[in-house]
């Protein structure tokens, strides 16, 4: 069984930092399969472009552009990709990282892919830091507290959530932010409409709307690094109206606009 120490990954290195227990790693993966292995510090994998797939013993992970994971102290995995270019971010932290800021995360066991929205955002923001911040240390440590609080919530709700619950989040994951109505997202889940507006912030955090909105934005960015296809089209493609729309969405919430994203990732 394979070990990998802290800054190590199967391909090609293209950024290191090293800052207070924190390692962040820009990869690009050239290995069409690697066997199991395990990395001695919890991390994160980004996926920036490309697609990979990440097996361990309870699940598996079919990633492509903008899936997020999260894996714990030693848990074994194996991975693969098709032919093609694929790109990781990686945010590694050591044991004296989370003293530091007493943070537990023993609950959070094996290989998690974090599907939360708002969560994700996040991490692209801790992206956009490391690509353009003076000040890494204050701005990405508060981005990965909030990350990993959120992680925490979300794994001590699970237990408690209806079924419908999972059913109306996998069916906007699947439409990605594209148009759905009330009546028939409640008929799909087989829930009333009156009972889903109500509830849906209680175990989602924001109303219908802006959960599907942000869905939109996170799809239409995993787009960017993988397309030559222009903003507009993109834009079009992720259900936006015009990419002024586009643009106002990006803004909002990573505080830049889209062709200044693709200019950071590219």
């Not at 293209?14 to 290995?31: K, S």
């Not at 995995?77 to 945010?91: A, C, D, E, I, L």
């Not at 960017?224 to 507009?232: A, E, K, M, N, R």
Request: charged share 20%; proline share 3%; hydrophobic share 35%.
């Amino acid at each position: 069984m394979i070990r990998l120490k802290t800054g190590q990954f199967f391909g090609d290195t293209n950024q290191t930092i090293q800052l207070g227990g924190m390692t962040l790693t820009d990869t690009a993966y050239t290995h069409s399969y690697v066997d199991w292995h395990y990395h001695e510090n919890p991390y994160f994998t980004f996926i920036l472009s490309g697609n990979v797939t990440e097996g361990s013993h309870k699940n598996t992970h079919h990633c492509s552009a903008g899936t997020l994971l999260f894996h714990n102290w030693y848990e074994k995995h194996f991975n693969s990709k098709p032919p093609g270019s694929t790109r990781g971010f990686h945010v590694e932290l050591t044991s004296e990282w989370f003293s530091k800021y007493d943070i537990d995360i023993s609950e959070l066991r094996g290989n998690i892919e974090v599907k939360d929205p708002f969560v994700r955002q996040l991490m692209y923001e801790v992206f956009k830091e490391k690509s353009i911040s003076t000040s890494l240390d204050l701005s990405i440590n508060s981005l990965l507290i909030q990350i990993l609080d959120g992680l925490k919530r979300l794994s001590e709700t699970s237990a408690f959530r209806p079924s419908w619950v999972n059913l109306v989040r996998e069916i906007l994951h699947d439409l990605n932010g594209q148009p759905i109505t009330l009546t028939e997202l409640a008929r799909l889940a087989n829930v009333h409409p009156v009972h889903l507006s109500r509830d849906f912030k209680k175990h989602f955090g924001c109303n219908l709307g802006v959960y599907s909105r942000r869905l939109r934005l996170l799809h239409a960015l995993s787009i960017i690094p993988q397309s030559s296809q222009s903003l507009t089209e993109i834009a079009f493609d992720a259900g936006y109206a015009d990419q002024s729309h586009f643009i106002r969405e990006c803004r909002k919430f990573l505080a830049l606009r889209p062709h200044q994203y693709r200019k950071l990732i590219s």
